[in-house]
């Protein structure tokens, strides 16, 4: 069994910032994420994607920030089950709780910190008959690595952001890029729409509107796509049929834990420390829900931040916790490393 102080079931962005803030308090920590990497969304959906709202960062990639994320935490030796979901929790006559995943890997921790995002992601897709029979043959729902597609013939279906913004990455990776759309408005940013019709003038991205992908041919894997326009029907050769119709998000059996949910979100305790209607459980990040709530990375950082002092007093009741800045205290991780400023060199004048 894992023991742990603090179980964090969600290694994005919140849950590996909690891992730091909990460092600072001296508590470990232990998460669990059904994908197997942590990053969360960032890692797994859009880490060539830049944000721009991230404090002391004009622009940076989502894989970079999750890099830089993993590289801040590295002090504080936190324990990792990844490729595993949060299934089962129970709760002990102490107070404690072990969490079972579905692989049946048990941890056991006095407090559990829910940063699950938006919960387990699943791919709208096309009422494709025999869709199934390409999947992972020539059928992603998700761009993980761009250069899989290196000198490929894709094609695109949707309207929304992500379709328009990977039309536009790999038309300088693809050998043909393909975008399929069943209107011919679109529901991206206006600049995205207006770099896809340009980039359509010049040749680049063949756009087909109003036009559907009906059916998908092959043998061992994907060779062409069927696409209906109107009356007309055709097939168009395609190494790769990518249908970007957004992801269905659910919370899994985190949803059958007690918890009260509101809109697919866990309600908390924003006036103090995130907590739910549980003691001892938290939930931070886009995985909860309370007046005013803004599903924003930083807010994720900052409910990490009093979730992790509200944990302290409730493992060390008994204990004063004075809160020291890092520019003054420094930080000092489990593995030794120490960092710290300078300090000034007080010198006497004779």
């Known amino acids: 069994m894992i023991k742990t102080d603090i179980l964090i079931i969600g290694a994005g962005p919140t849950g590996l910032f909690a891992v730091f803030e909990a460092g600072l308090l001296k508590l470990k920590c232990h998460l669990i994420d059904a994908l197997p990497q942590a990053g969360g969304q960032c890692a797994e959906i859009y880490p060539k994607k830049p944000i721009y709202d991230i404090p002391g960062f004009p622009e940076v990639l989502a894989g970079d920030l999750v890099r830089n994320l993993m590289k801040q935490i590295e002090p504080f030796q936190p324990g990792f089950t990844l490729g595993e979901r949060a299934d089962?929790?129970?709760?002990?006559?102490?107070?404690?709780?072990?969490?079972?995943?579905?692989?049946?890997?048990?941890?056991?921790?006095?407090?559990?910190?829910?940063?699950?995002?938006?919960?387990?992601?699943?791919?709208?897709?096309?009422?494709?008959?025999?869709?199934?029979?390409?999947?992972?043959?020539?059928?992603?729902?998700?761009?993980?690595?761009?250069?899989?597609?290196?000198?490929?013939?894709?094609?695109?279906?949707?309207?929304?952001?992500?379709?328009?913004?990977?039309?536009?990455?790999?038309?300088?990776?693809?050998?043909?890029?393909?975008?399929?759309?069943?209107?011919?408005?679109?529901?991206?940013?206006?600049?995205?729409?207006?770099?896809?019709?340009?980039?359509?003038?010049?040749?680049?991205?063949?756009?087909?509107?109003?036009?559907?992908?009906?059916?998908?041919v092959g043998k061992d894997r994907l060779e062409e796509v069927v696409i209906k326009q109107g009356a007309e029907v055709f097939n168009r050769e395609c190494d790769h049929f990518i249908p970007l119709f957004g992801l269905s998000p659910k919370l899994g059996p985190i949803a059958d834990w007690g918890f009260e949910i509101e809109k697919n979100a866990i309600k908390v305790n924003n006036a103090l420390d995130y907590q739910t209607n549980i003691p001892g459980i938290y939930a931070i990040g886009d995985v909860n829900t309370y007046p005013g709530k803004l599903k924003l990375i930083l807010c994720g950082f900052h409910e990490a931040t009093l979730m992790c002092q509200s944990a302290y007093q409730r493992i060390f009741p008994d204990k004063r916790y004075v809160m020291k800045y890092t520019t003054v205290g420094g930080v000092e991780g489990f593995d030794g490393s120490k960092k710290e400023a300078p300090k000034a060199v007080i010198k006497s004048i004779d």
Do not use: C
């Open 88 to 216: 089962t929790i129970e709760k002990m006559e102490d107070g404690t709780f072990i969490v079972t995943t579905d692989k049946g890997t048990k941890h056991h921790a006095p407090i559990v910190a829910i940063a699950g995002g938006l919960g387990s992601f699943e791919p709208r897709k096309p009422p494709i008959t025999n869709l199934s029979d390409f999947e992972d043959k020539g059928v992603e729902y998700i761009i993980r690595d761009p250069e899989l597609y290196r000198n490929k013939n894709v094609v695109i279906s949707g309207g929304g952001d992500s379709a328009l913004d990977w039309s536009i990455f790999l038309t300088d990776v693809a050998k043909s890029v393909t975008l399929v759309h069943r209107r011919n408005e679109f529901r991206g940013a206006l600049d995205s729409v207006e770099k896809v019709q340009e980039l359509k003038n010049l040749g680049k991205i063949e756009l087909i509107t109003p036009a559907e992908v009906i059916g998908l």
